[in-house]
């Protein structure tokens, strides 16, 4: 009996394994920062998501999200539902930037692409330090992401709106940055990792430090580190977060930036 059912076994195995692949992701993002990052896109007013998904945020089964129990499923918006806790989350750059990266001539046939949303709204950069709680999750979470048949092919971070509350903050950014890079690179032993930083276009409770920020951003000197700004996007009533369309014009951007990496 054992002979005629192990090719059937076989079969089913090879079946089972070819599903996992097809599922599995080729290209993994490691998505981090505070608000704007998490996505706020429909959320600014009422306490509540508007629900409102553009086609350039639509589900694919070529774009995977790593979810809070580190299991990787079809993404969808809100993409940092579970992750970014204790805020209304909405719209953020990920999906749009999944989605202009499939589009792509210069995406490799057939990529799937992984996203690891690790955003936590209101965090300053030193809450990103080493050995810090928001710092270890996302290693935790980049290091399980980058496992099996992916690999990490950058990190895209929108932060330093909480930094222009305070002028020592400010001050501080761009070593604070280029430290925060490091470790990272060192602690996923990828001492190339490409890093993609938005500069920010507000500040928090409009914070009167946004330009020495972005000044210091702009000043962030280490290897493999592109630039892209979100100054002229359009912004919510709140006066702080990105709409739903400047999320997706910003992961076209964040997308364009990564392609030409390639």
């Known amino acids: 009996m054992l002979p005629r059912a192990l090719p059937v076994l076989l079969l089913l195995l090879a079946a089972a394994v070819t599903v996992s692949a097809e599922r599995a992701p080729t290209l993994v993002f490691i998505l981090a920062g505070q608000s704007n990052m998490g996505g706020r896109g429909g959320a600014t007013s009422g306490n509540r998501w508007d629900g409102v998904v553009p086609p350039e945020c639509a589900p694919s089964p070529r774009t995977l999200r ?110 604070r940055m280029e430290a925060f890079v490091r470790d990272v690179r060192r602690d996923l032993a990828m001492p190339n990792l490409l890093v993609i930083q938005v500069g920010i276009a507000t500040a928090q409770k409009q914070g009167k430090w946004l330009e020495l920020v972005r000044k210091q951003q702009r000043a962030v000197r280490v290897a493999n580190l592109k630039y892209v700004d979100a100054m002229g996007l359009p912004i919510a009533d709140d006066m702080t977060h990105l709409t739903t369309q400047a999320q997706v014009r910003l992961g076209k951007m964040l997308a364009d930036a990564y392609i030409a990496t390639i």
């Open 66 to 175: 790593l979810s809070p129990s580190l299991r990787w499923e079809e993404a969808r918006e809100p993409l940092h539902a579970g992750v970014d806790a204790g805020n209304v989350v909405g719209v953020g750059p990920g999906m749009p930037f999944a989605h202009a990266l499939l589009r792509s001539p210069a995406c490799p046939r057939g990529a799937v692409v992984g996203l690891v949303p690790c955003a936590q709204g209101g965090t300053p950069i030193a809450n990103w330090s080493r050995g810090s709680e928001m710092y270890d999750r996302m290693v935790t979470r980049a290091r399980v992401a980058g496992t099996g048949t992916g690999r990490v092919a950058a990190l895209l971070w929108f932060q330093g709106e909480a930094d222009a509350m305070r002028r020592d903050d400010a001050l501080a950014y761009a070593g």
